[in-house]
T-cell receptor, first 111, second 116 residues
Framework: QKEVEQNSGPLSVPEGAIASLNCTYS??????FFWYRQYSGKSPELIMS????GDKEDGRFTAQLNKASQYVSLLIRDSQPSDSATYLC???????????FGRGTSLIVHP | GAVVSQHPSRVICKSGTSVKIECRSL??????MFWYRQFPKQSLMLMAT?????????EQGVEKDKFLINHASLTLSTLTVTSAHPEDSSFYIC????????????FGPGTRLTVL
């Protein structure tokens, strides 16, 4: 059973702060990792993907991956109220190429 | 990024009727499409995976005779909820992956089904 664990939150941060979202996964065979953002009542949209250990930056977003610890995180710098959403972590197994979604972390950025 | 559309965006039907949901990849050929269901405040639940031209692979607990999936072309997959009941009311979301040099999947906007 492949498991993806995320703190459901809500994680509340003030506008302009750094939001840190964490995810652990059980499948050591996972090779690709995706972060999706889902606004209430909408479908998920891709934020970032990461494949190698270390950091990957894209604008205000930084994904961090540590395969040895089976841990992936997403940092959002200069958080904005528009970042308020649920963030889904989705590791993808190299064998099945089917991602496993976590329950998501609800982020609230307050002015 | 790649664009995936779904139609209809919202549907209300009577119990016992069948509802068809279409999922289209607009600017790429989708070798694989996924169908998810999401209940309020819960995570995405994968229902089935379909590859163009072959039968869909259903996840455990998903009735294949109730949720009919057809992936007849590289740009279109359909999900038909047969003999819908109120407990089938949910948010149905498709996603598509080109499978050519990428393992990224892109989501459609979703279809909200309400069965009265």
């Amino acid at each position: 059973q492949k498991e993806v664990e995320q703190n459901s939150g809500p994680l509340s941060v003030p506008e302009g702060a750094i939001a840190s979202l964490n995810c652990t996964y059980s499948d050591r065979g996972s090779q690709s990792f995706f972060w999706y953002r889902q606004y209430s009542g909408k479908s998920p949209e891709l934020i970032m993907s990461i494949y190698s250990n270390g950091d990957k930056e894209d604008g205000r977003f930084t994904a961090q991956l540590n395969k040895a610890s089976q841990y992936v995180s997403l940092l959002i710098r200069d958080s904005q109220p528009s970042d308020s959403a649920t963030y889904l972590c989705a590791p993808l197994s190299g064998g099945s190429y089917i991602p496993t979604f976590g329950r998501g972390t609800s982020l609230i950025v307050h002015p | 990024g790649a664009v995936v559309s779904q139609h209809p965006s919202r549907v209300i039907c009577k119990s016992g009727t069948s509802v068809k949901i279409e999922c289209r990849s607009l600017d790429f050929q989708a070798t694989t499409m996924f169908w998810y269901r999401q209940f309020p405040k819960q995570s995405l639940m994968l229902m089935a995976t379909s590859n163009e031209g072959s039968k869909a692979t259903y996840e455990q607990g998903v009735e294949k005779d109730k949720f009919l999936i057809n992936h007849a072309s590289l740009t279109l997959s359909t999900l038909t909820v047969t003999s819908a009941h109120p407990e089938d009311s949910s948010f149905y979301i498709c996603s598509a992956r080109s499978g050519v040099g990428t393992d990224t999947q892109y989501f459609g906007p979703g279809t909200r089904l309400t069965v009265l």
